[in-house]
Every structure is written in C-alpha cells, then in structure tokens.
C-alpha cells in the first residue's frame, strides 16, 4: 500500500505565499508522474501541475508564473510553491502520485490539504 499525505495549507492573506508539500510513503519501487491539482468549492478538481521523475513539467497556463513545482526523488516528495495568492486560489489542494509496485502501475490521491487565501 502508499500513502500520500500533503501538509503545509493553511490561511493566508492575499498576495502571500505557501509551499505545499506531498510525501509517498509504503511500498514503492519508483515513482513516476507526481502533481498537484485542486477543488475550489462548487467546481470540478483541476489539474495545477505535474512533474516526471526526471524533472520534466507541465502546468495549467492560467498559473504559470505563480505556482512552480518541483520535486526531491530521494524523499519521494513533490512540492508546490505557491506565490501572490488571490482569493480564487482557495481550495483544497490534492497530491497524486503514479506508482510503480510490486502489483504493477498505480495511481494513488492524498486526503488534501485546504488553502483558504482572504484579508
């Protein structure tokens, strides 16, 4: 089994940063495709950004510029930095991974972590 747990969400005032953090941990031989999208209320879950094992990325246009990620393969963790948070930025931010195990590939979700960005 693998487990993805994010922290670092939190409150902030608009124009503020956050680094999110994801770490897999369980049985895992490597980890491939690792990214972070979000559900604000009332809307679908959208896709922020993904970054491949060998550091290669692709990120939603509108926030490009703001939002960066990046990764450490060694502490098979991913991490979001999150720079001149808006109001529209709040949601709750989700981590997925694309596993490979002894039971081939997999894609495993974190719980999520809530971002709430207002003065």
């Known amino acids: 089994q693998v487990q993805l747990v994010e922290s670092g969400g939190g409150f902030v005032q608009p124009g503020g940063s956050l680094r999110l953090s994801c770490a897999a941990s369980?049985?895992?031989?490597?980890?491939?495709?690792m990214g972070w999208h979000r559900q604000a209320p009332g809307k679908e879950r959208e896709l922020i950004a993904a970054?491949?094992?060998?550091?290669?990325?692709n990120a939603a246009d509108s926030l490009k510029g703001r939002f960066t990620i990046s990764r450490d393969n060694a502490k098979n963790t991913v991490y979001l930095q999150m720079n001149s948070l808006k109001p529209e930025d709040t949601a709750v931010y989700y981590c997925n991974a694309e596993v490979s195990t002894a039971n081939g590939i997999m894609d495993y979700w974190g719980k999520g972590t809530l971002v709430t960005v207002s003065s």
């Open positions: 369980g049985s895992i031989s490597s980890i491939n495709t």
């Open positions: 970054i491949t094992r060998g550091g290669s990325t």
